[in-house]
């Protein structure tokens, strides 16, 4: 068996399987937890209004349009676990005042690691055709799918926080977007705040 031939091989017969079965993992941690996470992003929410209003009462920060939870792929691979969190001006990315915190995700990227056990286990049936780099290509691939997660989280628990005392405090523009994505990559709006 060729290299291509075992990579196609090792994809059918167990990266698809594997990854299909930590998803649903995945899944039922999420419904079976989806308040007390939502309590936890509300709380990472609480925590970058309160360094916002800090920043904006003495007088560095002006209003804000954008809340970012970021997904650092470096931060997944190195096993950090935690999403950038900003509070941003109108000129998003290109704001000069820093305003950001951590918001642990290792409930959504925990299965993972157990996807790369099992993935580099099932490698070795593969004598010198698939390389820990491959099982490494593949885990990358499942970022999103974690990320998906995240966004289904923020947008279940947005309309609780925005009724926080610290969110509304805050100055904010005409409108405010939380967005959950990849850093300086895709964003997904969550949450389109408009002030009545």
């Not at 950090?80 to 642990?104: A, M, P």
């Not at 993935?119 to 491959?134: A, G, M, Q, T």
Request: net charge neutral; glycine share 4%; charged share 35%.
């Amino acid at each position: 068996m060729k290299r291509e031939e075992a990579l196609t091989h090792f994809v059918e017969n167990y990266v698809s399987k594997i990854s299909l079965d930590k998803l649903q993992k995945l899944e039922n941690y999420y419904e079976n937890n989806e308040d007390i996470l939502a309590d936890k992003f509300i709380e990472s929410f609480r925590r970058i209004c309160i360094k916002i209003k800090d920043l904006q009462k003495s007088g560095i920060k002006g209003k804000i349009a954008y809340i970012n939870y970021s997904l650092l792929r470096t931060n997944i691979i190195e096993g950090t676990y935690s999403y950038l969190v900003q509070g941003l001006n109108r000129f998003s990315i290109f704001d000069r005042v820093e305003c950001q915190e951590e918001y642990d995700v290792r409930w959504a990227f925990q299965f993972l690691d157990e996807l790369e056990k099992e993935l580099l286990e099932k490698s070795k049936l593969y004598i010198n055709k698939v390389f820990k780099p491959d099982v490494e290509r593949f885990i990358r691939k499942e970022f999103l799918s974690c990320n998906n997660y995240i966004v289904k989280l923020a947008e279940y628990a947005m309309p609780r926080a925005v009724e926080l005392e610290e969110f509304r405090e805050i100055l904010k523009e005409d409108v405010l977007k939380v967005r959950v994505g990849e850093y300086k990559g895709y964003y997904k709006d969550v949450y389109i705040y408009k002030p009545s």
